[in-house]
């Protein structure tokens, strides 16, 4: 078997794939999960306690899976792409470090300024992986540190609070549109974007592509490097981003804020039902992912369990999340 | 070498001086084998040089205190990395095993007293979490470091509701001396971590898990034909590692006193850093245990460094990040990379 041939072997697997992702092939069986899962979960929740779904907690936790949402689109878009982005809780805190330190300064602007670095922060992960050849998951943890200690130096290792001056430049994300907040609305305008660019744009088209079978598709002529570094580089604004959104809702920052976010982007995006294996998912997925990490989250707060501990949980559903989608016929050694 | 200048199949026919190009080859290598080690000796002359005091006996042995639980968590890891997968979840065992020991010893929060038998459930209970990463990875077909990754937090969040919420503070003054002592001026802890390290590279040169973690590491797919139940083995390798990552739980517990969930941060960091600068490739089946007390070593001493010349403390984790960027870009042996995710 010549190479070229493994490759046209390959070929019209990527190809039924992505025919499985578009369209109505979207709605099949392993869906109903994420489709039935925040469903079932509200009404335990709510059967065991009415005031779940009073308007304050729906409100509380619309604005709680409105950061998580933006978080978790970079995120899906990364895994999507078979790779993996761990320096996502460091740019958190790096973004709320920056709305902190910025807002006396230049103001509204402080929130373009942090998704701006974001997204640079986010080339250079990309620029790391591809070009240094290193695996994201690696390329990621080590940059991870470096944009830490980018957002300690600034706060001088400390947490800092945004001066009562400034507030009203911060705390428009969460001011109500008719009875909606803007976080979500935000977030809400995010999600159509991204939904219009994974379905309708050549950056969707190859993100599937490059997932389902990164060899294939440079042999394709899918310029691969490229539109990993882009990829990376969105993912790095959406992380800033989110951490520019809460820095409005704590009025404050601290660097190390960001860490419990990393597991749990990722696990909005696994337990949606989008493959660690890459290829196989979607931002619509990703939707009822963090619907589910939401409502469980709030759900265990209300039953008295302590969110620290709640990662136990989060762990557990991670790991079988990712044990039910793999693609196992994909990858003969796992490592 | 038997086929001098004679084409096979994995010898390009173009290339007339196979020969040389071997020596050539073997050179690089050889110069790669001793890169981390001129690298230590470099950093050393170099701190030296502007702080003499950087070579007094006390210092010297505060950087065997400080390297002592770094050396004992990189020799759990090396095992794991030499099999080729990666053990993301060192800070929510150490966590975990910490807040067992501190919780079993004399303490502030119960009436337990098991003295030094606490160290030897934290070393049983890190040894049931590596076995869960094992089986996760091995049988379930999960990636290594997203099994491990959910097990970290999973493992926090078990130490979370544990503890409590309150550090707890170890009062057996008698088990706590012992370990923070010194024999002949040298320090328990390091002792103790060195004692590890010799095991460690007896089980890596003279037994059979180490030598299937390197065959394992190598060539998964061959070392399968070979007859070799590499699944088992893995689940070996990942119980043995959390087991002597419960010891360094339970160390680093004794060293500080009191028990907390945050015992671990920046350890998983620190640890993949100090095994890749030493030489063990990410990739499997290269380095040893050896290669991460060099590493370790090299870490502590830039630490040690920076804390003499009074550079910010701050840029520690920086700096080290900077460091497995680029250990990785030198040591990476792209060849076993088919495709880079």
Known sequence: ??????????????????????????????????????????????????????????????????????????????????????????????????????????????????????????????????????????????????????????????????????????????????????????????????????????????????????????????????????????????????????????????PTSGNPFVLIAIAAVVVGGTALSGGIGGIGRTVAGVAIITILGHGLTYLGIDPFAQQLVTGALVIVAVAATMDRSKRFVTK | MANKGVPTATQPAGDRSPRTAQTGRSLGSRLREFAPMVMLLLTCAIISAFEPSFLEWTNLMNIAEASAVPLVVGVALTFVVISGSIDLSIEGVLALCAIVCSLLVANSHNGM??????????????????????????????????????????????????????????????????????????????????????????????TRLGRYAYAIGGDEVLAETAGIPIRRYKVLIFAAAGAVLGLAGALNVLLVGAGDTTIGNGELFQTVSAVVVGGTAITGGVGGVLNTFVGVLLITVIDNGMILGGINPLIETGVKGAVLILALAVSLDRSKIAVLK
């Not at chain 1, 979500?184 to 999600?191: G, M, T």
């Not at chain 1, 309708?200 to 294939?216: K, P, V």
């Not at chain 2, 057996?172 to 320090?187: F, H, M, W």
Request: neutral net charge; proline residues 5%; charged residues 10%.
């Open chain 2, 113 to 206: 007293a098991l003295g030094v038998w606490a160290v030897v459930v934290a070393c049983i209970v890190g040894a049931a979490v590596g076995w869960l990463n094992g089986v996760l990875h091995a049988r379930f077909g999960i990636p290594s470091f997203m099994a491990t990754l959910g097990v970290w937090f999973a493992a926090l969040g078990l130490a979370f509701v544990l503890y409590g919420g309150q550090p707890v503070v170890i009062e057996d003054k008698a088990l706590l001396s012992r370990v923070t002592g010194d024999i002949a001026g040298v320090p328990v802890l390091a002792l103790i971590a060195w004692t590890v390290l010799g095991l460690g590279y007896y089980v890596q040169r003279w």
């Open chain 1, 1 to 254: 078997v010549t190479p070229g041939e493994k490759v046209r072997e390959r070929l019209p697997r990527a190809a039924s794939v992505r025919a499985l992702n578009v369209g109505l092939g979207r709605i099949q069986n392993d869906a109903l999960v994420p489709i039935l899962g925040p469903i079932l979960l509200l009404v335990v929740f709510a059967a065991s306690e009415p005031r779940f779904l009073s308007t304050p907690n729906l409100q509380n936790m619309g604005v709680d899976a409105a950061l998580l949402m933006v978080l978790a689109t970079g995120t899906t878009y990364v895994i999507l792409m078979g790779a993996i982005d761990l320096s996502l809780g460091a740019l958190f805190g790096l973004g709320q470090v920056l709305v902190a330190m910025l807002v006396p300064d230049v103001g509204l602007w402080s929130f373009g300024v942090a998704v701006a670095l974001g997204g640079c922060a986010g080339v250079v992960n990309g620029l790391v992986h591809v070009g240094l050849r290193i695996p994201s998951f690696l390329a990621s943890l080590g940059m991870a540190g470096v944009w830490l200690t980018v957002a300690l130096l600034m706060t001088d290792g400390t947490n800092v609070s945004i001066p009562v001056d400034d507030w009203p430049n911060v705390q428009w994300v969460a001011e109500p549109v008719l009875g909606v907040p803007k976080s979500i609305i935000v977030a809400a305008i995010l999600l159509a974007g991204a939904i219009v660019i994974e379905r309708r744009s050549t950056l969707g088209s190859y993100l599937y592509a490059i997932g389902a079978n990164e060899e294939a598709a440079r042999v394709s002529g899918v310029p691969v490097e490229r539109y990993k570094i882009i990829v990376f580089g969105l993912a790095g604004a959406a992380s800033t981003g989110g951490g520019a959104l809460s820095a409005g809702t704590v009025l404050g920052a601290s």
